[in-house]
């Protein structure tokens, strides 16, 4: 009897502790919350997490929760993209409001000099990867975040080592959340070869307070520092192969020559270092002036964002953009899930009488995502905007072209992820004849969609009404 009340007594004064420990924790995590820079809709999930099953929802903050990391944006400084020579824009562009508010935010200067050539489809994707690797004379940098071990993988990582055996100096930087199943022995050819590998925060073991959370979505590819491949693409069949696949998603990006590519290089060079622990300053001698030669008579602007950049560049950018519309905004996206203020900046122009176009996947590869869109996509067609439906597989192309001034591309959706936790690259350009070019692509894009279909009633539609409300509350934390 005697063991089993002090049993009784002991069980009762653990559960004791573990209340006041898990209420310490969940208002030390409220608090923390609280005080971060985040989108109200991003603080209310957390908050409900943290208040209703703290147990679960604090340690997944602890783990998860984090957005800046200060000390690598402090690091991140001293990778100046203002490289030396760099050739000056026209004063046209050097004016728009939006180059400004992009780079107060941390975000690259406008650059001239470049050539820029888009890339429309998988298949020209991996010829123009291909053709880059083997004409590249001195280095390689390539950063993803899926590398996968398919035939497309594969031949990727056999030409990477083939080129890293004849000398040139090949770096591959992978996202160890995205490429979880081919960062070890699937590239160790490349190893073997004399070439680099290296993971982008490791999940396990966790490298940081939120490396879980924190991915790196860029994708990057530059040659001898002067030639850049920069888009939506993933390494993987699904994107980019030799040949023509069906299913093959539909994609964008685009080939840069000139000082933009060399910018780009110094955004990788700052995440190798980051990731690899090597100095920037020993990576940075590598520089090489004859890189910012120009190549065309493209302006354009480098936008890197995510943790290691003190502001949200890309995001200010993409405000700047709508709000600077005098005709039109046309935004071609997989995953739409914007916050308040992006929201109601394309409310407002479309009940102005602007062309506001919204070109989405009929269905992503995310059902959550395409329920949490539905309330966003409701409102602005109830305003006036135009939305339409890509029917002809997965489109994961991202992109938004504003009047004829000005044009935006690069990895990043436009949701919360992508616009406030992840590590993201964009290119705005800014030169008449690549935004023309852009135009031109995202008409013949628009011929393959068709119009959403009209909603039945509310009152019948019960359970697709509580997936996107479940699915829109948990947008913030996807």
Known sequence: MTAEITEAVSTHILSHFLTVGGFVLAVFAIARLVGEKRQPSNTLAWLLGIVLVPYIGVPLYLLMGGRKIRRLAASKRSASLNLPGMRAVSATTAALPTVHAISSMGGSPPVGGNALRLITTG?????????????????????TFILSRDDTGRRIVQLLAKRAREGVKVRLLLDSLGCFMSSRGFVDPIRKAGGEVVKFMPVVPLSSRGSANLRNHRKIAIFDQHTAIIGGHNIAREYMGQQFWKKRWKDFGAVINGPGAAMLNQVFLADWSFASKQAIATLQTEFDPASLRAKGEGELQIVASGPDVAGDPLYEGIVSM?????????????????????????????????????????????????????????????????????????????????????????????????????????????????????????????????????????????LGNLAEDLSRLLAPLL
């Not at 123009?128 to 004379?137: F, G, P, V």
């Not at 109830?382 to 591309?409: E, P, T």
């Open 322 to 462: 709508i709000q600077e519309a005098e005709q039109s905004i046309w935004i071609v996206t997989p995953y739409f899930i914007p916050d308040e203020v992006l929201l109601r900046s394309l409310i407002v122009k479309a009940r102005a009488g602007k062309d506001v176009t919204l070109i989405l996947p009929a269905h992503s590869n995310h059902p959550v995502a395409d329920y949490a869109r539905r309330h966003f996509v409701r409102l602005l067609r109830q305003a006036g905007a135009r939305v339409l439906l890509y029917n002809k597989g997965m489109m994961h192309s991202k992109a938004i072209i504003v009047d004829d001034r000005m044009a935006l591309f690069g990895s990043a959706n436009l949701d919360l992820r992508s616009l406030f936790v992840n590590f993201e690259i964009g290119v705005v350009v800014y030169s008449a004849a690549d935004i023309q070019a852009m135009r031109i692509w995202a008409d013949e894009l628009l011929r393959e969609c068709v119009a959403p279909k009209p909603e039945k009633p509310r009152r019948h539609r019960l």
């Open 123 to 143: 298949e020209q994707a991996y010829t123009e990867l291909e053709t880059a690797i083997l004409d590249a004379r001195h280095s390689i940098h390539i950063t």
